[in-house]
């Protein structure tokens, strides 16, 4: 993942620079209004306009309301530096983790490089673009929040999804990864390639309780002829009822699987396509 490069203005005052150097000097790269009017004192609406000119000044950037990210002081004169997209994504949901389309990238499943972070939020938030990229938070269910791991990024700790994990988010929903044909691919890879356990791959999918996962995760091992043992009883055997898509962004359209109760609306062409040649 490629780090992002922007340049700043320069000139601080002394409040200013009390300010970010105390919060840089203590670790506090991220910090809050509240914490800020705490520091300097004084009224809250001078700290607000301190706030507002630093913003515009880009020695600092608004990441959400009353939150905001310090530029390194080391930046030089032209006040150029670089952060990591991760790094961002972990202070614009601290209890967030990277998911999807970015942690299947991350763990080598697909080469297709995304252009936005995809990040799992406790709470609903609408997209943030920030530095050129934007970020999309999606809420899952308390449930679904499980198999994440630790990446450090510039020296700084991110949560992401380990690698059976990206898989199952992917499966249950392929419409932020590409596309159920992507995750065809991303599966194949992450079984014989990076060396995901089957085993772990399945209580991972049976723990999310979701029906529809399951049966695109059982006909896509049996249509791939992957190796999952066992597995795809115990996956049979949690089955909902009704009918799920196998792709759940595309229309209604195509034949029923009926021993996985999947409508299968994506052709073989492009499910298995990619592995000819």
Known sequence: MNTQTNTYSTGLGIKATTLLTTLAGAGRHVFTTAEAHALLGGSRSATYKLLHDLVQGGWLHALDKGRYLIVPLEAGPERRFTIHEFRLAQHLAPEGYIAYWTALHHHGLTEQIPRDIW???????????????????ITLHPRKRFGIATV???????????????VVDALDHPEYCGGIAEVAKTLVTAIEERGANPERLSEYALRMQNGALLKR???????LSLPMGDCAAQWRSALSGGRAL??????ANGPVDTRWRLCVNVSDAEIQGWQEG
């Open 119 to 137: 990040v799992v939020s406790p709470r609903r938030r609408q997209p943030v673009t920030l530095l050129g990229v934007t970020y999309n938070f």
């Open 152 to 166: 450090w990024i510039e020296g700084y700790p991110v949560a992401i999804a380990n690698l059976e994990k990206s």
């Open 217 to 223: 995760l059982g006909y896509l091992t049996e249509r």
């Open 246 to 251: 196998l792709d759940p962004g595309r229309p």
